[in-house]
């Protein structure tokens, strides 16, 4: 959330926070009508205050000489008369500030955050910048086959009566293959906790509107959310809305920082992307399976531990020998409320590309100012946390990984080693 305070002050030196923000407005994308149109608001705003209390400075006045001409015993019948219009008077403009808070409020609600210098310009994901590339695509002696023909093959997935059963973009995983998921999840989550440091958490898979407001889908992105009729829940899209929200109106002690939570969960969205594409296999589904990293930084550390976070995602492409690379996000990719994003795509030898797999973020405090999550220091003001997150990793598409990088020409599939203590030693997937 963007501070309107923020917006209204002015520097003797050097831009102001007003001339930064719209700077990133541009930089986005985004039209400035909207900033303009709360910045008119909030002067508006600000003139209803003064007269508000410009009004209520004459009822004190005229309070004083109403006790004054009693004491003297002086009809004050025509400053009391005087007296209550001017509360009408006052109440008008108090109302009237109010109503242009809740329009101001309103409007702010729908700003992204204000981007990080290091964002490059860029109107697509083809302006992402590569930052770092590692291992080398497979070559095969074969034709690579894509993770729908392999699984449908080994008959570890089921795309058509998942259709019968629900609908398209569901699938059924089954035997060896759900095995190799559930695998997936406790690698990654022993990983996060024994190796990095994280506490586990499995949250809440319902919440919400408010905690959707503080992660800032709400109001934006609200058609992209499975909702419960009739109530105000919400089914999760990612562990991110309720891992964020559970220190939502809390102050926290700075000795405290960081606050480091890796939490599993199933992931619902009901918006699947661009119309037509990614329509096979297991790319882009309604339902899937995500283990999310989530800390709760000091803003002197946040870019700091963006870096390690990042880092800890990359360990499980490194851990299960996956090629990679790790993409800086431009400014017409980001996400709407990321300050800074790194993507982390691996390589699918189906279609010969890479493709996301992580996304790791710095909201510096966009989330924190929504949610009211702050630290206090011992002789310091309140300020607000800085939160962070990042995939670690999407679990559906790292199976997909596995089966296409570490197929083999009769179609069988030869498992990870990190894995293999998770399915009982066994070293491969057949027919």
């Not at 037509?276 to 790319?283: A, E, Q």
């Not at 710095?362 to 206090?376: G, H, L, M, S, Y």
């Amino acid at each position: 959330m963007i501070d309107i305070k923020l917006l209204e002050k002015k520097t003797e030196s050097g831009p102001s926070y007003y001339d930064e923000y719209k700077s990133s407005l541009q930089k986005r994308g985004a039209s400035l009508d909207t900033l303009e149109e709360v910045m008119a608001l909030n002067a508006q705003r600000k003139k209803a205050i003064t007269e508000s209390e410009t009004v209520r400075a004459e009822q004190n006045k005229l309070a004083q000489a109403v006790g004054q001409m009693k004491r003297e015993g002086k009809d004050a019948s025509s400053i009391v008369a005087e007296a209550a219009a001017l509360g009408e008077k006052q109440k008008a403009f108090e109302l009237r500030a109010r109503d242009l808070d809740e329009k101001v409020q309103s409007l702010l609600a729908t700003f992204p955050n204000k981007l990080n210098s290091e964002v490059p310009q860029g109107d697509s994901e083809a302006q992402n910048i590569e930052v770092k590339r590692v291992g080398e695509p497979k070559k095969f002696s074969f034709k690579a086959q894509d993770h729908v023909s392999l699984g449908e093959k080994l008959g570890i997935m089921d795309f058509e009566r998942a259709g019968k059963v629900t609908g398209t973009r569901f699938t059924f995983i089954k035997g060896a293959g759900a095995r190799l998921e559930r695998a997936l999840i406790q690698f990654f989550m022993d990983l996060h906790s024994n190796e990095h440091g994280y506490t586990e958490m499995i949250p809440p898979y319902i919440v919400n509107s408010a905690s959707y407001f503080g992660t800032g889908q709400f109001p934006k992105f609200t058609d992209d959310v499975f909702h419960l009729a009739g109530t105000d829940y919400h089914l999760i899209s990612t562990a991110e809305v309720p891992v964020t929200n559970y220190f939502r109106e809390e102050t926290l002690k700075e000795e405290e920082l960081p606050k480091k939570f890796c939490a599993y969960s199933p992931c619902f969205r009901s918006e699947a992307g661009a119309a037509g594409r990614d329509t096979r296999g297991l790319i882009r589904q309604h339902q899937f399976h995500k283990v999310e990293l989530m800390v709760f930084a000091h803003p002197s550390q946040s870019y700091e531990l963006h870096e390690e976070l990042t880092g800890h995602a990359e360990k499980c492409l490194t851990e299960l020998g996956l090629p990679y690379r790790r993409m800086l996000l431009c400014s017409g990719d980001i996400s709407f409320g990321a300050a800074k994003c790194y993507d982390l795509e691996v390589w699918f030898p189906g279609p010969g590309e890479y493709r996301e797999i992580s996304s790791c973020s710095n909201f510096e405090d966009f989330q924190a100012r929504r949610a009211n999550i702050r630290f206090k220091s011992a002789n310091g003001k309140p300020q607000f946390v800085h939160t962070l997150n990042g995939s670690g990793l999407a679990v559906g598409r790292t199976l997909i990984a596995i089966l296409e990088n570490y197929q083999r020409e009769d179609g069988s599939i030869e498992i990870p080693r990190v894995l293999r203590k998770y399915m009982s030693d066994a070293t491969e997937i057949r027919v």
